[in-house]
């Protein structure tokens, strides 16, 4: 077996010999590897926060949206080319880090830093500012005056890593907003927002002061102290017993986004489920729970289908598991954890139980199985599966049925994945939003959000600045001093 051995993170004016270093072990089919993390004392924290947030308005606040757009189209299209070694290392590394199939890294990959190309970040900016020349100079306002978007000093990213590449999203967010921003490594997946922000500063050497990443064992209080009372925003991932901790460590003044635990499911109408549609229709639904193996918030756990097509929701479920096997031969589910494996086998044991109370309920694939469907015959509330591919379909009889019972999940509602006609796409869109659902999707997208999504119905980029005004008066006032004045 082959050790292999690389170097996370980015941390500009430090030398290696000025850190301590932890080493993160992972393993593969046929390689080791070891991940040495830099750790910071809570006094080189604040050493790095003050040389960034220098650094961001030194240089950062100077270019425009356009201008930090083409930097990261750059180094996107550096990320996209199979050729460059950023790229090679990625492909090789990243499946060792996540244990995910090779392949689906691969394509899962690619699939994503598409979103963040020259057009997509364009859009992306106008989701939120209808005049992007907000963020680089006051602009007129229709009520008078002029307003003008200005990004924090310093962001500090606390980044999940159940999905590669996630840290990319908000550390784009930071740079077009102009924030200086310090990224804390996740322990699952430490490398990728390491490797883009030294990809950028190749790209664009003047940003070399304006971003760091490093790391430290969560839960760390002293660290996070120090480094948080820095930031002007600390935006923070992962699960809400981690959220809570961090948000404690964060000062009264700083501004805290929190995106917490979600969770996602599809809903497939009688219209998708005739016999030309159903197996198209399963496979799509298929690919959302193989993609990452759930580990997503926008990843289904459930799927409820309506009664009434020539397709029952019974057959649908077994159309499902036949994808899923499918899939399995392609795409081959990771090693799981222990804590992983014991979870998937509760989930088993459970829905094995419901067989006896519920006869016409179903569990479907082999135990032991990388994957399984549990087929319920009565209408059953949201509930998470165990992930790794578990998956339950839910039959009923009206898919408007199904909103008041998701409703009751309302704190946790994200994404649905919708098969139905266009009349039923728009009524149920409404009905879903007021239950607390923010993103609709079509099977097959759930786990690729568009440029510009709303994440959990917030917007990206203007949850991270403050509007800066002139008032109208002030405008007339200056008048009566300017030299012309009589």
């Known amino acids: 077996m082959t050790t292999l051995h690389a170097v996370a993170g980015y941390l500009p004016g430090l030398q290696p010999e000025e850190l301590a270093w932890q080493t993160l072990h992972f393993e593969g089919p046929g390689d080791r590897l070891e991940v040495a993390v830099p750790e910071l004392s809570p006094a080189q924290w604040v050493a790095l926060a003050e040389r960034v947030k220098q650094g961001s308005r030194a240089y950062l606040k100077t270019r425009t949206v356009s201008q930090i757009i083409a930097v990261v189209d750059r180094a996107v ?72 978007a200005m990004g924090p000093d310093l962001l500090v990213h606390i980044w999940a890593g159940n999905v590669p590449g996630l840290p990319v999203w908000s550390l784009i967010s930071g740079l077009l907003v102009k924030a200086g921003n310090i990224g804390k490594l996740p322990g699952a997946e430490p490398l990728f927002a390491g490797w883009f922000a030294r990809l950028l500063v190749e790209e664009d050497p003047g940003l070399a002061d304006c971003l ?52 996602s499911f599809g ?51 077994q159309y499902l598991a036949h994808e899923l096997a499918s899939f399995e031969h392609k795409f081959a589910r990771r090693v799981l954890p222990l804590d992983d494996a014991a979870s998937v086998a ?18 479907i694939g082999e135990a032991g199985a990388p994957w399984r469907v549990a087929y319920a015959d009565q209408l059953q509330p949201l509930a998470p599966s165990a ?13 408007e049925d199904v909103v008041p019972v998701i409703a009751r999940s309302r704190a946790f509602l994200q994404t ?21 659902v923010t993103r609709i999707c079509a099977l097959g997208a759930m786990t690729a959000p568009e440029a510009g999504w709303h994440h959990d119905g917030r917007f990206n980029l203007l949850d991270l600045v403050q509007m800066v005004e002139i008032e109208q008066s002030a405008e007339l006032a200056a008048e009566r001093f300017a030299p012309y004045a009589d």
């Open 416 to 436: 649905v994945g919708l098969a139905a006609a266009p009349a039923e796409l728009f009524a149920l869109a409404e009905a879903l939003g007021r239950a607390g």
């Open 77 to 148: 299209a550096r990320l996209l080319d199979p050729a460059d070694p950023w790229r090679q290392q990625a492909d090789r590394l990243l499946p060792l880090v996540t244990g995910f199939d090779a392949e689906m890294v691969r394509l899962g990959l690619t699939a994503y830093l598409k979103t963040f190309r020259q057009p997509q970040l364009q859009r992306f900016v106008a989701e939120d500012f209808a005049n992007p020349k907000l963020l680089d100079e006051f602009q007129p306002r229709p009520k008078g005056g002029f307003a003008k």
């Open 346 to 363: 509760r989930w088993q044991q459970d829905h094995e139980m419901q067989l006896f109370a519920q006869p016409g309920n179903a569990l």
């Open 267 to 317: 809903m497939v109408s009688r219209a998708a489920l005739d016999a030309r549609k159903a197996q198209g229709t399963a496979h799509l639904a298929a690919y959302d729970v193989v993609r990452y193996d759930q580990q997503g918030c926008y990843s289904p756990q459930l799927f409820y289908v309506e009664r009434g097509g020539k397709v029952s929701p019974r057959d649908f479920s």
């Open 387 to 399: 992930l790794n591919r578990t998956v339950q379909v839910v039959a009923v009889d009206r898919l």
């Open 212 to 263: 760091a990443v490093g790391w430290w064992k969560g839960g760390d209080a002293a660290r996070e102290q120090a480094l948080f009372a820095q930031a002007d925003v600390v935006l923070a991932y992962g699960g809400n017993a981690a959220l809570q901790a961090v948000r404690q460590q964060v000062p009264v003044t700083t501004r805290f986004l929190g995106y917490g635990h979600k969770l």
